[in-house]
């Protein structure tokens, strides 16, 4: 930096700003204003300058009446209407008294002040009031012979001229704080919807990892207890158990870096990452939880459904075999039934296991993450006991785009409530 322009920059710090302080002090402008009017008015009586034999001379009584005429207009913010009705007031009583100062200064200060600093009924009453007043002050003079319609015009120009310049002052500045007010506001409402999609966005990744979680431990857990029991007399079936579980653990790898991928994306190519399973990929589910007896029957196309239904659909089927493997203890039978219609893709997922009865794994959030997965896409779920011994899981779901949009804001009030049970 030259040294001139350093000069400058010491300048621009150290060189008194009034204008600058008096905006930031407004108090004290008032009051600064107020005094050198009202020493102006008492050096005019007081010297009885421009003062002719019609005016009263200075005397102990003449001074404050002076002084009362000008000086409330250091309230002129804080109490625009109580000091412009006291200063107009004490300015019509000198000017009926022959008293002079500074004419009509204050009460032009005053109408001024009301413009830019009042509102409303009270403000207009004091206005009438103030020019009521002063109509029949210039009447009175008339009447004497001491003023004529000249000087009441003028003064009347004057006086409204800066009630209207004060009045469109306060507008200007009303609808400036009222567009920041707005502006403010349109930045909390979008600060808030930024939220809301960071909160949706951090749900929908942590259901994500609970279903991908949950159900890979889950098979992860049965096949190392295999492998544990068949390590001493069967090494095959062992190595078999360790290899599903060497197997299960890479695609839950790739599953999880398929999710926690998005998040550390610097840029919108997700070529490298891997799609997101649907129900075209409920064979290749059964046949990884090779530990459970379970028949799977498809009635219909599953091709041209939506993503959001092929992809909830498909989570919500991995829950359930997670909660059967969890917490139907010794199962038999474990059925899927997929039916897709031209308005519904319903599903069913049922087993003969304990049902109800209570287990020592303890609740989780897999039938909450369930409902959640179904109301997203306007459909709705029944889960609890079966007839007969067991657990079954029903959902229904719009199978067409149209129908998940028109559905999905009434899904919470279609989502029916469990009746008992456990989950993952």
């Not at 625009?80 to 500074?102: M, N």
Request: hydrophobic residues 45%; without cysteine.
């Amino acid at each position: 930096m030259s040294r001139g322009a350093r000069l400058a920059s010491v300048d621009a710090v150290t060189r008194p700003q009034p204008i600058v302080w008096l905006r930031a002090n407004q108090r004290a402008a008032d009051v600064i204003l107020a005094t050198i009017v009202t020493a102006a008015a008492v050096i005019f009586h007081v010297l009885e300058i421009d003062n002719t034999e019609e005016f009263q001379p200075p005397s102990w009584w003449t001074v404050p009446l002076v002084v009362a005429s000008v000086f409330p207009i250091a309230w002129r913010r804080s109490f625009p209407i109580r000091s412009g009705l006291f200063v107009a007031a004490a300015q019509i009583i000198t000017a009926l008294l022959d008293i002079d100062g500074t004419g009509f200064l204050g009460v032009l200060v005053a109408i001024y002040s009301l413009g830019a600093h009042s509102s409303g009924q009270r403000r207009t009453n004091a206005v009438w009031a103030i020019g009521v007043g002063i109509l029949l002050l210039f009447i009175a003079g008339m009447t004497v012979g001491e003023v004529d319609i000249g000087n009441f015009i003028s003064a009347s120009v004057v006086l409204v001229t800066a009630f209207v310049l004060g009045d469109n002052l306060r507008r200007r500045r009303e609808r400036a704080d009222s567009l920041a007010e707005r502006a403010e506001r349109a930045e909390r409402e979008q600060a808030l919807i930024a939220q809301q999609q960071v909160n949706a966005e951090r749900t929908r990744i942590a259901r994500e990892l609970h279903d991908v979680v949950a159900h890979s431990v889950s098979v992860m857990v049965i096949q190392a207890a295999a492998a544990r029991r068949n390590l001493t007399d069967s090494p095959d079936v062992a190595r078999t158990a360790l290899t599903n579980i060497e197997d299960t653990g890479r695609q839950t790898m790739n599953e999880l870096r398929g999710i926690l991928g998005v998040l550390r994306s610097d840029n919108d190519d997700s070529s490298s990452l891997a799609p997101q399973p649907s129900m075209t990929d409920l064979e290749a589910l059964i046949e990884a939880a090779d530990d459970l007896p379970i028949r799977l029957a498809i009635h219909g196309s599953l091709d041209d459904l939506p993503p959001s239904v092929t992809l909830n659909g498909y989570r919500v089927v991995q829950e359930a075999i997670t909660n059967v493997r969890r917490h139907a203890g010794s199962v038999s039978d474990v059925t899927i039934d997929v039916e897709r219609s031209a308005a519904a893709l319903t599903i069913t997922v049922a087993d003969d296991g304990r049902g109800a009865a209570a287990d020592d794994l303890g609740p989780g959030f897999g039938l909450v993450g369930m409902r959640e997965r179904v109301a997203a896409v306007g459909g709705s779920v029944n889960v609890g006991p079966r007839s007969g011994g067991g657990w079954r899981v029903r959902m229904t779901l719009p199978a067409s785009s149209g129908a998940v949009r028109a559905r999905s804001d009434d899904a919470a009030a279609d989502t029916e409530p469990s009746t008992a049970g456990a989950a993952s």
